[in-house]
């Protein structure tokens, strides 16, 4: 394919003089701009965006780190940062990273290599000492509660919603309450734990170590948390699953072990996925297009911002 | 930010000669190595990858149309192509359309300006005279039956499986048949449509306008189609539905209108998604996440291919 020094060469011009009637530079001879033309066109010349972005500084694309696109949670999170960023012309890069460090740090390589203007993370296990690091080379947003950091950020309130969704269930009577999370060690799934202890603490109940259940994320996983639960000598009555598809999953599977939600077990799922509106399932709302589009613009913006997003409890037939 | 003109500077050489020793270039001589080494570290220079990309005329991105990503379906597949592209190193760009041809577009402009080094199409709105014409640019990968083309492609027999699926419901004795689909004038859904009128034509069935269901993709089209259905002087007695999303939708809702699936209405949803086994939702197994990687390969291998993947009727408990 033909490259500037083709059409430097076919118009008989230096590049430099090519370059400027590129960027419609003044000064430049009449004819000698029509000869540049015409060896465009003979030559069949395209330029190269990568040039455009060399000259500009920028790129119109934006890096999403998740570990994962196959979960609702993240795939409406991504539609919702997508939306925006179609409305303000730019396009995403996907640096999905399956929880790996290694390719977390990839994705902050390339802010400094500037593939991307900004990077929004939605979930990460790298730590924030590093991600900060990269601040310098561009803007980097996080989807989670950052107080500690200089960086902009969106959260929710994990342990107040969390805390919430626990005293619901136990308005409704019940004292041996689970509940399940996907990475014990993830920032918000520390803060749902944290939550459940403390509000163990105030009710004074005692603390079950089986009733954490891990690695929770599909509808598969909590057809195994009923696998579980009905092997145990003393059953909880209530779960507070990581999301509706895991509450999904508890509430199919329950018949096979002749238990009737919510009668035998009640279940609250997270997120208020079209899957809880049709199942009527007891869920907790997260806006996630709406924090997609937050973050969108967080990550385009020139100043730091911080913006908590708050949940609702949708009461439906669960519990 | 420092660039190569600044190094430049304070190595006291010439443009190309920092050029030279950035790419390792022989024939440089050791002291101009050292001071240029020197320099960069002095002056904080970082090499732009829009640079790299443009010597290179690489970008190791490769890009995907897709209607919308928040579709299990959509979802899916890509997490295929990503899991493929991070093997080789590539990252993926995302042209989420909205079936927007303008968008689509802009797409196949992005491959010819070199954004991206391959386009692989999802899903799409626009001519496949027009796809064609980007071809010059770079490899791009359909997810259909590409056969009038001179594009690689990747593909399901729409038309075969559909059918076998409508024979399993006239084996289980069903006559009164309706079907829903997303977009009627799609490349899928149109073979869908060709099948259900051949299968009517070969079983001597009437055709109901009424039993085909547009514009169906999520839980709540499912709950839509009952609502419609329940209005009905002659009702179908089974629905193919477009997606296991779909299905779950009629199901769920089946109670509010006393119609016991499947003795009242027989369901078949389609590729059978996590959702669909966790409900033992009959359905027609489609490996996205195979796909996926088949296109990522077609996309940066060298020469063009054509698979065609094939599906599997799950049976289960909705016929």
Chains 1, 2 share one sequence.
Do not use: W
């Amino acid at each position: 394919m033909a490259n500037i020094h083709d059409v430097s060469k076919a118009a008989g011009v230096s590049v430099s003089t090519v370059s400027r009637v590129l960027n419609n530079h003044p000064y430049v001879k009449k004819e000698k701009v029509e000869a540049v033309k015409k060896a465009i066109i003979e030559t069949g010349y395209i330029p190269n965006i990568n040039a455009v972005n060399l000259k500009k500084g920028k790129t119109h694309l934006i890096g999403i780190v998740l570990p994962f696109l196959d979960v609702p949670y993240f795939s409406q999170l991504v539609q919702g940062i997508s939306q925006a960023a179609s409305v303000h012309q730019y396009k995403l890069v996907l640096y999905q990273t399956g929880y790996d460090e290694h390719q977390e740090k990839e994705a902050l390589e390339m802010l400094k290599l500037k593939q991307i203007d900004s990077l929004i993370i939605c979930s990460r296990k790298i730590s924030l000492e590093t991600v900060e690091h990269y601040q310098q080379y561009g803007s980097i947003v996080l989807f989670e509660n950052g107080e500690d950091t200089p960086l902009s950020y969106t959260f929710i309130d994990h342990y107040a919603c969390f805390m919430r969704a626990l005293e619901y269930l136990y308005e409704h009577g019940h004292r041996k309450i689970g509940f399940s999370v996907n990475r014990l060690e993830g920032a918000n799934s520390s803060q749902r734990e944290r939550a459940y202890r403390d509000f163990l603490k105030l009710k004074g109940l005692p603390f079950h170590k089986d009733y954490i259940f891990k690695k929770c994320l599909n509808i598969e996983d909590g057809e195994r948390i009923l696998r579980e639960i009905a092997a145990f000598q003393e059953r909880p009555t209530a779960i507070l699953a990581t999301s509706d598809q895991v509450a999904a999953g508890i509430i199919t599977s329950s018949s096979n072990y002749e238990l009737k939600v919510p009668r035998d077990l009640a279940v609250i799922g997270f997120d208020d996925q079209p899957i809880a509106r049709a199942m009527q399932i007891t869920s907790v709302n997260i806006p996630l297009y709406s924090i997609g589009q937050i973050l969108f613009e967080q990550a385009i913006a020139v100043e730091i911002s911080h913006k908590e997003v708050s949940t609702e409890l949708m009461e439906r037939s669960t519990v």
